[in-house]
């Protein structure tokens, strides 16, 4: 498959270790290349497993701005197809999510099977004998998968999703323990947009800096233990690069494994959850099921577009160079208690979500920057907080406190290399 | 002798006002009075799948009891919600009334409700069906459920840091 990158000459000069031109929010040539570039010849997320569980499950997605479909196969393999009709390119599915043993193109009637090969041809013989159908199946893209996470990629010969992951795999792994041992599972998830780039939401799933002041209104409604809790930039976190884009905010360093500490006191909180699940189960099983309830410590940003972040998966899809759609998707446990799984949901209600107490004050400040962005075009989004004090661990990894814009700075230093690199 | 079994069932004009009285109360920020207007164990909900009934084991955009409702109104009040300092100005109409079901103690609304907001220059429209269920509680209608269908819930929304 060729896909034709169109060429961003410009780039390396935008991006400085510390610092990136604040074009990168408003030039629409730029989201071109962006889109070719980058979402078009990396791993994308589409998908997590339990969302097309079964055979003929699916469920539509995004890869850059191309639509795909995710579907599993009879026999279980998972597919992504480009949602596009080789006939005349009508797209071949319409439903979010569903099941379905065929998908038919709505305008001439070509059919496809689950894995992409094309069936059928109304009146196929109008073509007379020229067309083989073998050569028209749905386009597919690779896809691999890690802990139950789905990705795509445009490009053949791109390296395997393990290395790609590489350093953050550790943290998916940590981030999976929080359904106490239940299989994982998506809850449903809220979905919003906002008018900026992509890459200011990139950029704040591990900015501490900003929580204590936009989430005023978060931290004033709930109650103090959380308050305390999430009291984030006094509570000894650090934000650490994991190479390849990829970086996490730990923000609770005490609930980053939660394996450990399983005698911790339950948060005031959780005790009214607490009793109910010691109806039917063991103390030590109740602990358990209250740490998940409560979720990681710590966001994992995944370049380009999927936070593990605390309780939920942020997925961001750019739409356009100023507008960008955002998707909390709520976790649970599949098969666990009700009244944990209860717990989860108005969790994620109260923070995530167009009408939550969280997101629309991100939302918001994220509009500001777009607004903002449009003044003093040829100023620089300073990126340089903690750079200071930033050490380099064993592995190669930089680390800082929290607060630090080191995931930010890995991120664009991913950017750089691949808006750089010879198609 | 029980008063609620001897008051008429809940009509077609008292249940409309009242829904009218809650929209002007919501659009005029008088939030005090409009806590005041709901059961103790009631809920104010804006699902996501129009087709819900059910909503406690199910994500919603809002699943609010008297407590999150309280904190959503002082949300609005305090000043330390950027997306809500001013809080957007809006106009909703409500329209379409039926009544499902009636008696004298209860009876279940459906209407419709196009809001517009304006805010930092920008106008937006939402258009919803509200179901309440009512209910007769000291000689008042009080909201014991409150069910707010946005025609676009499936779809990916603006911020909404107000009461719909």
């Known amino acids: ?423 | 002798m029980n008063l609620t079994m001897m008051a008429p069932a809940i009509g077609l004009d008292e249940a409309t006002q009242f829904a009218w009285l809650e929209a002007d109360l919501l659009d005029h920020a008088c939030y005090e009075e409009w806590l005041a207007l709901w059961t103790p164990q009631s809920h104010y909900v804006v699902p996501i799948d129009p087709a819900a009934t059910e909503f406690e084991d199910a994500l919603n955009y809002v699943y609010d009891d008297h407590d999150m409702r309280r904190k959503r109104t002082e949300r609005l009040l305090n000043g330390q919600s950027i997306s809500a300092s001013p809080v957007a100005r809006t106009v909703r109409l409500l329209s379409r009334f039926r009544i499902l079901q009636a008696d004298n103690a209860s009876c279940e609304l459906r209407c419709a409700q196009m809001l517009t907001e304006c805010r930092r220059g920008r106008t937006r429209t939402y258009v919803t069906n509200v179901s309440y269920r009512l209910v007769r509680d000291a000689g008042a209608l009080k909201i014991d459920q409150k069910v707010v269908r946005l025609i676009n819930s499936t779809e990916a929304l603006g911020g909404i840091s107000y009461i719909l």
Not at chain 1, 54 to 81: C, N, S, T, W, Y
Not at chain 1, 96 to 120: E, I, Q
Not at chain 1, 130 to 144: A, M, N, Q, Y
């Open chain 1, 1 to 423: 498959m060729n896909i034709a990158a169109i060429v961003a000459p410009e780039s390396a000069a935008l991006v400085l270790p510390d610092r990136v031109q604040s074009s990168m929010y408003t030039d629409p040539a730029m989201f071109e290349a962006e889109m070719t570039r980058i979402f078009e010849r990396t791993w994308v997320w589409v998908a997590h497993a339990s969302e097309i569980a079964e055979p003929g499950d699916f469920k539509m997605a995004m890869v850059g701005l191309q639509p795909v479909i995710v579907v599993r196969d009879r026999k279980g393999a998972v597919h992504v197809h480009v949602n596009r009709c080789r006939h005349r390119a009508a797209t071949v599915c319409e439903v979010a999510k569903g099941k379905t043993n065929s998908f038919v193109c709505p305008y001439h009637g070509w059919s496809y099977a689950l894995d992409g090969s094309l069936r059928g041809i109304p009146y196929e013989a109008g073509y007379a004998g020229t067309i083989d159908k073998r050569k028209f199946p749905l386009r597919s893209l690779r896809v691999e998968e890690y802990a139950g996470l789905i990705f795509a990629s445009f490009r053949e010969d791109i390296e395997p999703l393990s290395d790609f992951l590489g350093g953050a795999k550790k943290w998916i792994d940590l981030f999976m323990k929080q359904s106490a041992g239940y299989p994982l599972t998506t809850l449903g998830e809220h979905k919003f947009r906002f008018p900026g780039n992509w890459k200011i939401q990139l950029e704040n799933t591990t900015d501490a800096y900003h929580f204590p002041l936009v989430h005023k209104s978060f931290l004033t409604a709930t109650d103090k233990e959380t308050e305390a809790m999430m009291d984030i930039m006094n509570n000894g976190g650090f934000v650490e690069d994991l190479g390849n884009g990829h970086s996490v905010m730990v923000m609770v360093p005490g609930l980053v494994d939660l394996d450990e500490n399983p005698d911790a006191p339950i948060p005031h909180k959780f005790e009214a959850l607490a009793a109910e699940l010691a109806q039917d189960h063991s103390e030590q099983e109740v602990r358990r099921i209250v740490r998940a309830v409560g979720g990681t410590g710590f966001n994992l940003n995944l370049f380009p577009n999927l936070g593990c972040s605390a309780t939920f998966f942020r997925v961001l899809q750019p739409i356009s160079v100023e507008e960008t759609e955002v998707r909390h998707v709520a976790l649970g446990m599949q098969g666990g208690p009700k009244a944990a799984n209860r717990a989860r949901l108005r969790i994620h209600e109260f923070f995530q979500g167009p009408m939550g107490f969280g997101s629309p004050d991100d939302a918001e400040v994220w509009d500001r920057v777009q607004h903002g962005a449009q003044g003093g075009r040829d100023l620089w989004l300073m990126l340089n907080r903690g750079i200071a004090n930033e050490e380099m661990l064993a592995d190669g990894h930089r680390r800082s406190d929290v607060s630090a814009e080191t995931g930010m700075r890995a991120a664009y230093r991913q950017w750089k290399l691949m808006m750089e690199a010879t198609p």
